[in-house]
C-alpha cells in the first residue's frame, strides 16, 4: 500500500506560478499511475490533471491545459505538478492520487479510478 504526502501549496497573486509535490512512501512510485484533483468549497472534485505510470502519457482538461504540466520522478518516488498563469477560479484544496490496476501507458482522469489518495494541499489564488 501507498502512502501520499502533498505539498508546495500557499497564497499567490494570479499570474503568479507554484509547484506542488507529490511524495509517495510504502511502495514503489513506478508500480502507480497518477493524477491529481482539486476541490474548491461546496463544489465537486475535479479533475486536474493525470500521468501515466511510465511518465509516457500524460492528460490534462482543458480548464488547466497550456498552463499546468504533470510529470514524475520514479527515483525520487515524487510526482510534480507545475502551475503557472495562476487565476483565482484555480483555488481549491489539491490531492494526489494513486492507482495500480491499469497498463503502463495509460492515464485515469476519473476519481473513481484511484485507490490511494493524499490529504490534499491547500493553494489560493488572489485576484
Known amino acids: 500500500q501507498v502512502q501520499l504526502v502533498e505539498s508546495g501549496g500557499g497564497l499567490v497573486h494570479a499570474g503568479d506560478s507554484l509547484r506542488l509535490s507529490c511524495a509517495a512512501s510504502?511502495?514503489?512510485?513506478?508500480?502507480?499511475?497518477m493524477g491529481w484533483f482539486r476541490q474548491a468549497p461546496g463544489k465537486e472534485r475535479e479533475f486536474v490533471a493525470a500521468?501515466?505510470?511510465?511518465?509516457?502519457?500524460?492528460l490534462l482538461p482543458d480548464s488547466v491545459k497550456g498552463r499546468f504540466t504533470i510529470s514524475r520522478d520514479n527515483a525520487k518516488n515524487t510526482v510534480y505538478l507545475q502551475m503557472n498563469s495562476l487565476k483565482p477560479e484555480d483555488t481549491a484544496v489539491y490531492f494526489c492520487?494513486?492507482?495500480?490496476?491499469?497498463?503502463?501507458?495509460?492515464?485515469?482522469?476519473?476519481?473513481?479510478?484511484?485507490?490511494?489518495w493524499g490529504q490534499g494541499t491547500q493553494v489560493t489564488v488572489s485576484s
Open positions: 492520487a494513486a492507482q495500480n490496476t491499469g497498463l503502463t501507458w495509460k492515464t485515469y482522469p476519473r476519481s473513481y479510478e484511484y485507490s490511494y
Open positions: 510504502g511502495r514503489t512510485l513506478s508500480w502507480y499511475a
Open positions: 500521468i501515466s505510470r511510465d511518465g509516457g502519457g500524460t
